[in-house]
Nanobody
Framework: QVQLVESGGGLVQAGGSLRLSCAAS????????LGWFRQAPGNEREFVTA????????RYADSVKGRFTISRASVVNTVYLQMNSLRPEDTAVYYC?????????????????WGQGTQVTVSS
């Protein structure tokens, strides 16, 4: 089992950058594919990006390709989301999630473990 805690959210102007972190506890961290999802008010939770357990495969939503980068540092049990060129439509609560699927998956139903979320607000 793994517990996930996100941090790094905040308020930023359009065109700016933020880096989110997700700290994982549990000795089995290295086994998990990890993903980032987001949910804006009135919308369903949507996939943003994910990285495989061994970091050899990543997957991105079309809306963030070229702007967001996911990475993981197993030594410190942390996954990161670097967000550049932020847009007002990126405003949402961002959630970190973990799955034992070997490859990155965009389906929320595949993820058994979720963090509490961190708010990202992009002003125009």
């Amino acid at each position: 089992q793994v517990q996930l805690v996100e941090s790094g959210g905040g308020l930023v102007q359009a065109g700016g950058s933020l880096r989110l972190s997700c700290a994982a506890s549990g000795r089995t961290f290295r086994r998990y594919t990890l993903g980032w999802f987001r949910q804006a008010p009135g919308n369903e939770r949507e996939f943003v990006t994910a990285i495989s357990w061994n970091a050899d495969t990543t997957r991105y939503a079309d809306s963030v390709k070229g702007r967001f980068t996911i990475s993981r540092a197993s030594v410190v049990n942390t996954v990161y989301l670097q967000m550049n060129s932020l847009r007002p439509e990126d405003t949402a609560v961002y959630y970190c999630a973990g799955t034992l699927e070997p490859k990155p998956t965009a389906d929320t139903a595949d993820y058994a473990y979720w963090g509490q979320g961190t708010q990202v607000t992009v002003s125009s």
